[in-house]
């Protein structure tokens, strides 16, 4: 039997709209998927990320992630307690952590992201890191827009990234520069 490190848990959260899978090592949430993609995604995730590891179902193991998230697509959260696990290079670990400071509602620009980790001149590399951040919603990538305000990649795809900003803008205004589609 596997040790606790090499198994990743794993639910399938279903709530009104939303079917996305979540996984999470002893440590945290370690990834969040994008809207309506099958399970084989997740697993190309897990085998690149975490080599020789167990993908194992745990609904009981994955609630507390998985009423965050709820809650939060209820609009009845605006920021996340939930333990996470996310790794990697040491830049991406800087925007992700920028990420995380975004306030609910608000956007704010690969240069904002830029300046704020101080690395004003590494806009794409910025971009790069946030392409790569494995927790969609949780680290909200989804608040990063174009310079001009106009949105921009997202990994669950544009459609997604404009029903959670219009999610928060219920809530909280959204900067002015921001534009939707």
């Known amino acids: ?18 079917n996305v ?9 370690c990834y969040v998927g994008s809207q309506d ?8 995730w897990v085998n690149a990320r975490f080599p020789g590891s167990e993908l194992v179902r745990d ?7 998985s009423e965050e998230l709820a809650e939060y697509f209820q ?8 333990p996470m696990d996310y790794k990697g290079t040491a830049f991406q670990s800087a925007v992700w952590n920028a990420l995380c400071h975004i306030p609910y509602g608000e956007t704010y620009t ?18 790069a890191a ?6 969609l919603i949780t680290v909200p990538c989804h608040r990063v827009i174009g310079k001009s305000g106009a949105l921009t990649g ?28």
């Open 154 to 181: 997202y990994r669950g795809g544009l459609e997604m990234k404009t029903w959670l900003l219009q999610l928060e803008r219920g809530r909280v205004p959204v900067k002015e520069t921001a534009e939707y589609v």
């Open 1 to 18: 039997m596997k040790s606790d490190n090499t198994i990743i848990y794993w639910t399938r959260l279903t709530h009104d709209n939303w």
């Open 37 to 44: 993609k099958p399970l084989e995604e997740l697993a190309d």
């Open 110 to 127: 690969y240069t904002d992201i830029a300046n704020q980790i101080g690395k004003p001149a590494a806009v794409r590399a910025v971009g």
């Open 130 to 135: 946030i392409g790569a951040n494995p927790l």
């Open 59 to 65: 609904d009981a193991k994955m609630q507390v992630y």
């Open 75 to 82: 609009g009845n959260r605006d920021r996340f307690e939930m």
């Open 21 to 29: 899978y979540l996984a999470a090592t002893k440590e945290g949430l």
